[in-house]
């Protein structure tokens, strides 16, 4: 195990955080809607979501086990330092997009890694969501322009917009009460 999170704890605090977002984005719609069309070119945003991502990841790959290749860490967090910087400069394009999906796939893990060696079913509501997650990364760093069609489609109508949203209430509320109640 990589993390040392119960699946408890990261079922309260990925339900809290889908319940906090999407109920931002409900009530406070014009200006979330705003905010996300302008999410996947966002230079800003990139930068600081690639920067979270590259630390994660240099991170991961100064704390895990590498085996018979421990005696290379320094080079492979190098090399991860590397390309967080050589993505900035030479693949801006979606960098915001990209540099999310590589968070939902690194977030993913965390997920995994709680829910590891437990027996329960109810389990499977936290695994399977951390495989829609993988799937959502994967697409994101693979064609970005897909979500940027995604947003557009989604907030086209503010009825459709906040329709959307309510799913995610009511899963995050789910994961609390998984969290608190059941496991």
Same mark, same amino acid.
């Given at each position: 195990?990589?993390?040392?999170?119960?699946?408890?704890?990261?079922?309260?605090?990925?339900?809290?955080?889908?319940?906090?977002?999407?109920?931002?984005?409900?009530?406070?719609?014009?200006?979330?809607?705003?905010?996300?069309?302008?999410?996947?070119?966002?230079?800003?945003?990139?930068?600081?979501?690639?920067?979270?991502?590259?630390?994660?990841?240099?991170?991961?790959?100064?704390?895990?086990?590498?085996?018979?290749?421990?005696?290379y860490r320094p080079l492979f967090i190098l090399g991860?330092?590397?390309?967080?910087?050589?993505?900035?400069?030479? =693949?801006?394009?979606?960098?915001? #997009?990209?540099? %999310?999906?590589?968070?939902?796939?690194? !977030? $993913?893990?965390? @997920? /995994?890694?709680?829910?590891?060696?437990r027996y329960d079913a109810a389990r499977l509501v =936290?695994?399977?969501?951390?495989? #829609?997650?993988? %799937?959502?990364?994967?697409?994101?760093? !693979? $064609?970005?322009? @897909? /979500?940027?069609?995604?947003?557009?489609?989604?907030?086209?109508?503010?009825?459709?917009?906040?329709?959307?949203l309510v799913p995610g209430i009511v899963f995050g509320?789910?994961?609390?009460?998984?969290?608190?109640?059941?496991?």
């Amino acid at each position: 195990m990589i993390y040392s999170f119960s699946l408890p704890q990261v079922s309260v605090w990925l339900g809290f955080a889908l319940f906090l977002g999407h109920a931002w984005c409900f009530f406070d719609y014009a200006r979330c809607a705003a905010w996300w069309k302008t999410f996947p070119r966002s230079d800003r945003m990139g930068g600081i979501l690639l920067a979270v991502a590259t630390g994660w990841t240099a991170w991961l790959a100064g704390t895990i086990n590498l085996m018979e290749y421990t005696k290379y860490r320094p080079l492979f967090i190098l090399g991860v330092i590397g390309l967080g910087v050589s993505s900035w400069l030479y =693949v801006r394009e979606f960098i915001a #997009v990209r540099s %999310l999906g590589i968070l939902l796939l690194l !977030g $993913a893990d965390v @997920l /995994l890694d709680a829910a590891f060696l437990r027996y329960d079913a109810a389990r499977l509501v =936290v695994v399977s969501y951390a495989y #829609v997650l993988i %799937l959502e990364g994967m697409f994101m760093v !693979g $064609a970005p322009y @897909l /979500l940027r069609d995604v947003i557009a489609w989604a907030l086209a109508n503010p009825a459709r917009g906040k329709g959307l949203l309510v799913p995610g209430i009511v899963f995050g509320l789910l994961l609390m009460a998984l969290g608190i109640f059941v496991y």
